[in-house]
């Protein structure tokens, strides 16, 4: 566990050093596969069906909000629409603007869910997007989750209604318009999806902010297990052809991103959760305190150390005497001893501390005078602090 506490903290460190690099690069791709997928999907307009244009503008959408990725797919699609009919196109403008109108009022800030929901759904792996949902966003993003799912629908409708469209003439508007909007309005797996998805992130939503233990954990589960169940009595009631297989693929998968979410987002150790109780003047306070599961980086510095002692400058010990005074001896040479000693007392006035034999010189300075002694030198003009000597 230390190990991946370590490969988090890494990957935290590298992503918060690299941000203003690693996020254009995130959206570039994006806007990169949402449009490919667009074009792959419907392909009506040649114009836009070309690499060139979705790599200029997904290097556009890198350095816009991320919710210029939203406007560009929905751009595509409509611009889709309208070179297969004018009426289907403007079906599609209708339902555009109504989703952006709830978007936008209730959860601006949540782009990346609508972007993400229909890739996801047409990947055949959208479980994924109700419990990162329920687990990172609040209540009020089930809006941005059911626009997502409606837009994916909206485009399998118009996908699955190409056909019977092509049939008509020209002077057949309102029974292309009656089509689109019949097939959209009685698609009951639309609604059954929002419905499972929307009850799933609420339920993942209120457990995971419930004060026990492993609330994140229990609601990944139990928010797998509604979304199922909800899929499963739709499709025995409206009969809408849901892969049992998939599902339970799908929802195996959701758990396993789920628990890297957490990983990253909520990683805590239970078995050191404190609860303290405290009051003021108007309140009681209970208070259930969790820990987080930290480990710090390991980083390795190299100290060079200089071994080589600039020219004139004194030893910091005390035995800067005695050196000199011993390789003197050892040496047979007569050099000058130099001797310092402490006054005992006061008698005949305040006396020098220190006295050297070299100069005789008597008083209470801070210094003391060395003279020819051999060995080490001290400072160049011959003397020594007094603080360093002692």
Not at 105 to 126: E, G, H, Q
Request: hydrophobic share 50%; net charge positive.
């Amino acid at each position: 566990m230390t190990g991946l506490l370590e490969i988090r903290e890494k990957i935290k460190l590298i992503y918060g050093r690299y941000e203003v690099f690693i996020l254009p690069v995130v959206k570039f791709l994006l806007a990169f596969v949402v449009l490919n997928t667009v074009n792959g999907k419907m392909g009506y307009m040649t114009q836009l069906d070309n690499v060139t244009i979705v790599l200029i503008v997904a290097l556009l959408c890198s350095f816009l909000p991320t919710s210029f990725i939203v406007l560009f797919a929905a751009g595509f699609s409509l611009a889709h629409m309208y070179a297969f009919s004018l009426e289907v196109a403007v079906v599609g403008l209708c339902m555009y603007l109504i989703m952006f109108l709830l978007f936008f009022r209730f959860s601006p800030k949540d782009s990346l869910v609508v972007a993400l929901t229909p890739l996801l759904c047409s990947m055949n792996i959208p479980y994924v997007v109700p419990l990162a949902v329920g687990l990172l966003c609040g209540p009020s993003s089930i809006v941005s989750l059911g626009c997502g799912v409606a837009v994916y629908y909206l485009l399998q409708t118009v996908i699955a209604s190409v056909p019977g469209i092509n049939t008509m003439a020209d002077s057949e508007a309102v029974e292309k318009i009656r089509l689109i909007i019949d097939g959209l309005l009685g698609n009951k797996a639309m609604l059954v999806t929002i419905a499972a998805f929307v009850v799933t992130a609420l339920v993942v939503y209120l457990i995971r902010r419930l004060s026990i233990d492993h609330s994140w954990t229990i609601a990944m589960a139990a928010g797998a297990m509604t979304d199922i169940v909800i899929l499963l009595v739709g499709d025995l009631l409206y009969e809408t052809n849901i892969s049992v297989a998939g599902a339970l693929l799908g929802s195996i998968l959701a758990l396993a991103v789920a628990k890297v979410i957490e990983f990253f987002r909520f990683c805590v150790d239970y078995s050191r959760t404190e609860k303290v109780q405290f009051e003021d003047d108007e309140y009681y306070y209970y208070v259930k305190a969790i820990p987080k599961m930290t480990v710090a980086v390991s980083s390795k510095t190299v100290k060079k150390i200089n071994t080589q002692r600039s020219k004139g400058t004194a030893p910091a010990h005390g035995t800067a005497l005695e050196r000199p005074v011993r390789q003197g001896a050892k040496n047979g040479k007569g050099g000058r001893n130099a001797a310092v000693e402490k006054s005992a007392g006061s008698r005949g006035g305040a006396k020098g501390r220190n006295q050297s034999r070299n100069g005789g010189r008597k008083g209470s300075g801070r210094s003391v005078t060395i003279g020819n002694i051999p060995g080490e030198a001290g400072n160049q003009d011959g003397t020594m602090d007094f603080e360093e000597l002692f």
